[in-house]
């Protein structure tokens, strides 16, 4: 086979055999493409997960250099040499562009690995506390690999180069004073990236907690190297340093699971009868779904000069299931003092003093904090 190649390449002109060896090349290469696109295809416009979808979609813009250049760097022995120097020109041109390409093509194939785990781990349960920290983890991860190819890639491509390796062998002499100075100047991307490696294992934040941070609620959308993206419930985002969360306080109400306590405050009149407001209160949690059925209690817990105090404790699956159910519950309540004892409302009341007879109580209608003269 060999001898009957160098036949050929006798009888044609160099230049024109190496343009044919490169276009022949670059042909296999986009023929075997395509037949890994045809037998991965199939299964692309499937709609649920589909390994072979997640393929196709993140390895299909790689494979199409990566496998004409994997191709072409094996026939470049075949190529007639012209000029040393040009050919190894060629030659170190296909390798980096190799090398290029297959960075990129093992950074596509984290993110396959990644829609394999997020089909694994759907967010959408409604008890996912290990979903979340699977997916914390894993973006983590995702972010810290594809940084770290990227950084080899870059490496392995200079140190190709005889003038560099030269340069970085006399770098490693000074290499002790060099990391003290690379330490300080990098002080704090070097915290921030430690912040993340700390929250990505100990994990006090997750992928959709809810948090309160700063006042505001919203929940975790996006944790990256250096910050952390919070979507507030109003569709704002709040973008906070990563190092933030560990160093200041802030409440997480998912941390161990996210079903949360709910309160709503009454504040009605001495008359109001107690035994009647639980017994509706009783009769609307049975109405709704927005109740886990875990915590309802209704209490008296102040007596202020002119009204009571009353509570309304219950439990829901999570905050904004919690949220929805206080409104009902309040919504509810007060429709229900209002038109079945409207004497419960709050009043104010003033004694009118008479010598001759005795005082006269009378209620006055208004506002709680209203002054009468």
């Known amino acids: 086979m060999k001898q009957l190649i160098e036949s050929w390449s006798g009888r044609i002109q160099p230049l024109v055999w190496n343009l044919l060896v490169f276009a022949a090349a670059i042909v296999i290469g986009l023929i075997i493409k395509f037949i890994v696109r045809a037998v991965f295809g199939y299964y692309k416009n499937t ?9 196709i979609t993140h390895l299909s813009g790689p494979l199409t250099h ?18 040393k120097e040009i050919n190894e020109l060629l ?8 090398i290029i390409s297959f960075a990129a093509l093992l950074v596509s194939a984290i993110n396959v690995f990644e829609d394999y785990m997020l089909h694994a781990y759907d967010l959408s349960k409604a008890d996912n506390l290990k979903e ?6 894993l973006q983590f991860i995702r972010r810290v690999l594809a940084t770290l190819i990227i950084f080899i890639a870059i490496a392995v491509i200079l140190l190709s180069f005889d003038n560099v390796r030269k340069l970085g062998a006399g770098l490693l002499t000074g290499v002790g004073i060099g990391g003290i100075i690379i330490g300080f100047a990098a002080q704090k991307s070097l915290g921030s990236f430690l912040a993340g490696l700390q929250i990505a294992f100990t994990q006090p934040i997750r992928i959709d907690d809810v948090l309160v941070v700063e006042g505001e609620w919203g929940r975790v ?46 504040y009605l009149d001495y008359n109001t009868p ?7 209160f009783e ?3 049975d109405k709704t779904t927005l109740w886990d059925k875990r915590v309802k209690v209704i209490q008296v817990t102040d007596a202020k000069t002119n009204c009571i105090e009353v509570r309304v404790l219950v439990s829901a699956r999570d905050s904004s299931t919690a949220f929805d159910l206080r409104c009902y519950l309040r919504e509810n309540l007060i429709k229900f003092i209002r038109d079945k004892h409207p004497e419960s409302l709050p009043l104010n009341r003033i004694v009118i003093s008479n010598p001759d007879q005795s005082p006269i109580e009378s209620p006055l209608l208004e506002a709680p904090g209203s002054h009468t003269t």
């Open 66 to 83: 990566f496998i004409p250049l994997l191709v072409l760097n094996l026939m470049i022995p075949l190529m007639v040499v012209l000029d």
């Open 132 to 137: 979340r920290k699977i997916r914390t983890q």
């Open 221 to 266: 959308e996006d944790i990256t190297l250096t910050y952390v993206v919070l979507n507030i419930w109003d569709q704002r985002r709040l973008i906070l340093p990563i190092n933030y969360f560990i160093e200041k306080p802030f409440q997480n109400w998912t941390r161990n699971t996210s079903e949360i306590l709910g309160t709503v405050f009454l």
């Open 283 to 285: 009769k609307l949690l």
């Open 274 to 280: 107690i035994d009647a407001l639980r017994q509706e």
């Open 47 to 55: 709609k649920d997960y589909s390994l072979f979808r997640s393929i």
């Open 91 to 98: 030659s170190r041109v296909v390798e980096i562009a190799l």
